[in-house]
């Protein structure tokens, strides 16, 4: 079945690069009808979406982290991956990634959802 | 971008009673709203899409309901499984937006 596992470092330094991949097994990261997000979530604090991106490159960006974050697909390695650059201790989180829907509905309803996760993976900024 | 404001915060309820959970959107999102569940130390799950959807495997208890900037996730009769924290999001446009969450605990 369809799973998703994050890897990359668990701490960080502050002002460096943050790397994660998203290894996708069960399922082909080119299917057309859906896209590939990452969201993090703040110790204690709610969830945010960061971006996410489909088999051909097409890109949506949260736009408050879009100057910092670059997300990229590999289609021969069914992974996915995210860079954010210039990290603070605000980018403390736990950081998934997730299966994002993107259909029309038999009533013409586009269905933009998210329907797996990974178990994700907590990164520390600290110096 | 969307403002998504969740009520209440916290809501504490016995077993087997029904839990309301309101969700609102500071703009109109259609039926483009989902509902998760994210138990401590968990990957949120997907719980309901379209806003009256429920997702694989979901029971019957979960229910949603609304459109516009109005909605609701009804739980009919909670069961321990169910304390938890909950998450709508909308997925009208973008960028997508969640909404801070509502904690389901035991009364």
């Known amino acids: 079945q369809l799973q998703l596992q994050e890897s990359g470092p668990g701490l960080v330094k502050p002002s460096e690069t943050l790397s994660l991949d998203c290894t996708v097994s069960g399922y082909s990261i080119s299917n057309s009808i859906y896209y590939w997000g990452w969201i993090r979530q703040p110790p204690g604090k709610g969830l945010e979406w960061i971006g996410s991106i489909n088999y051909s490159g097409n890109i949506y960006n949260n736009p408050s982290l879009e100057s910092r974050v670059t997300i990229s697909v590999d289609t021969t390695k069914n992974h996915f991956s995210l860079k954010m650059t210039s990290v603070t201790a605000a980018d403390t989180a736990v950081y998934y990634c997730?299966?994002?829907?993107?259909?029309?509905?038999?009533?013409?309803?586009?269905?933009?959802?998210?329907?797996?996760w990974g178990q994700g993976t907590l990164v520390i900024v600290s110096s | 971008e969307i403002v998504m404001t969740q009520s209440p915060a916290t809501l504490s309820v016995s077993p087997g009673e029904r839990a309301t959970l309101s969700c609102r959107a500071s703009q109109s999102v259609s039926s483009n709203l989902a509902w998760y569940q994210q138990k401590p130390g968990q990957a949120p799950r997907l719980l309901m899409y379209g806003a009256s959807t429920r997702g694989t495997g979901i029971p019957a208890r979960f229910s949603g309901s609304g459109s516009g900037t109005e909605f609701t996730l009804t739980i009919s009769s909670l069961q321990s499984e169910d304390f938890a924290v909950y998450y709508c999001q909308h997925y009208n446009n973008w960028p997508w937006t969640f909404g801070q969450g509502t904690k389901v605990e035991i009364k």
């Open positions: 997730a299966r994002q829907s993107d259909y029309y509905d038999s009533s013409g309803y586009r269905h933009r959802h998210f329907d797996y």
